[in-house]
Nanobody, 127 residues
Framework: QLQLVESGGGLVQPGGSLRLSCAAS????????IGWFRQAPGKEREKISC????????YYADSMKGRFTISRDNAKNTVYLQMNSLKPEDTAVYSC????????????????????WGQGTQVTVSS
């Protein structure tokens, strides 16, 4: 069964940090661009960042630049999202997604053409 599994979410205080992981099961992430997205209650899903498979180039949504960092470790078949200086408005379900190369970052972060979605992990920022 091919799937993406997110982990690392939880409750964190404002100003804190979390690192989310997106692990592939049943397939290798090599050859797929991976993106992180989030959806807060009552809001549409929004993109955070995407990373290519071919050259590790990255894309960040303008509003996400500075506090979020995406990275990947193909040897561990995992992509990470480091989140710093978290705010209550960052509270959401965070999901990862995969799109096959070539042009995987464009597919994910620009036209939202996704091959696989994870089920998401809850991040709650609250004191």
């Amino acid at each position: 069964q091919l799937q993406l599994v997110e982990s690392g979410g939880g409750l964190v205080q404002p100003g804190g940090s979390l690192r989310l992981s997106c692990a592939a099961s049943g397939f290798t992430l090599d050859g797929y661009a991976i993106g992180w997205f989030r959806q807060a209650p009552g809001k549409e899903r929004e993109k955070i960042s995407c990373i290519s498979s071919s050259d590790d180039s990255t894309y960040y949504a303008d509003s996400m630049k500075g506090r979020f960092t995406i990275s990947r470790d193909n040897a561990k078949n995992t992509v990470y999202l480091q989140m710093n200086s978290l705010k209550p408005e960052d509270t959401a379900v965070y999901s990862c997604a995969a799109a096959s190369e070539p042009r995987g970052v464009f597919k994910l972060c620009i036209i939202r053409e996704v091959d696989y979605w994870g089920q998401g992990t809850q991040v709650t920022v609250s004191s």
